[in-house]
C-alpha cells in the first residue's frame, strides 16, 4: 500500500521568513495530493491540493510543487504570520479522492 | 449541509466495556473513512468505503475493531471490547472525489 514520508516534524522559522515542508510518497499510481492544516484541538482543513497532472500551484502566499519522477511534492508558505503556527499534514491519493493516505505532520511555529 | 457529523464528541468509559463512535457523512459523497490521531502515531487510516463498501480495512489494528456502513448516510466505529491503548481522538472524513472533510471528531478515553 501507500507509504507518506514528511519532513521535517518540526519547522521554527521567524515571522515573515519562508517555510518550506516536503513529503514523498511510494505508490505511483497516486494521483491527488492534499494538504490539510491542523490547528491545536481543531479538524484538519484542506488548505491546498494539487493532481497529478500539474507540476505547481499557487494560492497567496502558499503554494506546492509536485515532482511526479522523483514521487515528492512539497508545500511552501511565503511571509510566514503567527497564525500559521499550526500541524500541517501532506496526504496522497488515487482515484481523485480514494484512499487518502497521511504523513506524520510537520508542526510549524512562526516566532513574532 | 452540516458537514461530516460526528458522535459522540467525548466518550470515557472502562477498559473492557464496548464502544461505539457514529459519523454522518455530507450528503453525496461517495468515500467514507475513519482515522484514529495519537501524538505518537498521527493520523492512522483505519478503514474506507466507497459506495457504502468496504474497500480497505489494513488500517484496523486488531478484531476488536469492526466498521459499518449500512447506508450512505451511516457509519459506525466499534470497539469491543476497549482498552486503554484504544485512547485518541477518532476522525470520520468524506469525500466526493477530491477533498476529505473531515468530522469535528470523538476524542475516546479508556480508564
Known amino acids: 500500500g501507500e507509504n507518506v514520508e514528511q519532513h521535517p516534524s518540526t519547522l521554527s522559522v521567524q515571522e515573515g521568513d519562508s517555510a518550506v515542508i516536503k513529503c514523498t510518497y511510494s505508490?505511483?499510481?497516486?494521483?491527488?495530493f492534499p494538504w490539510y492544516k491542523q490547528e491545536l484541538g481543531k479538524r484538519p482543513q484542506l488548505i491546498i491540493d494539487?493532481?497529478?497532472?500539474?507540476g505547481e500551484k499557487k494560492d497567496q502566499r502558499i503554494a506546492v510543487t509536485l515532482n511526479k519522477t522523483a514521487k515528492h511534492f512539497s508545500l511552501h508558505i511565503t511571509e510566514t504570520q503567527p497564525e500559521d503556527s499550526a500541524v500541517y499534514f501532506c496526504a496522497a491519493s488515487y482515484n481523485y479522492g480514494q484512499n487518502f493516505v497521511f504523513g506524520p505532520g510537520t508542526r510549524l511555529s512562526v516566532l513574532p | 449541509d452540516a458537514g461530516v457529523i460526528q458522535s459522540p464528541r467525548h466518550e470515557v468509559t472502562e477498559m473492557g466495556q464496548e464502544v461505539t463512535l457514529r459519523c454522518k457523512p455530507i450528503?453525496?459523497?461517495?468515500?467514507l473513512f475513519w482515522y484514529r490521531q495519537t501524538m505518537m502515531r498521527g493520523l492512522e487510516l483505519l478503514i474506507y468505503?466507497?459506495?457504502?463498501?468496504?474497500?480497505?480495512d489494513s488500517g484496523m489494528p486488531e478484531d476488536r475493531f469492526s466498521a459499518k456502513m449500512p447506508n450512505a448516510s451511516f457509519s459506525t466505529l466499534k470497539i469491543q471490547p476497549s482498552e486503554p491503548r484504544d485512547s485518541a481522538v477518532y476522525f470520520c472524513?468524506?469525500?466526493?472525489?477530491?477533498?476529505?472533510?473531515f468530522g469535528q471528531g470523538t476524542r475516546l478515553t479508556v480508564v
Open positions: 472524513a468524506s469525500s466526493a472525489n477530491t477533498e476529505a472533510f
Open positions: 450528503s453525496g459523497h461517495n468515500s
Open positions: 505508490d505511483s499510481a497516486s494521483n491527488y
Open positions: 468505503f466507497n459506495n457504502n463498501v468496504p474497500i480497505d
Open positions: 494539487i493532481r497529478s497532472n500539474v
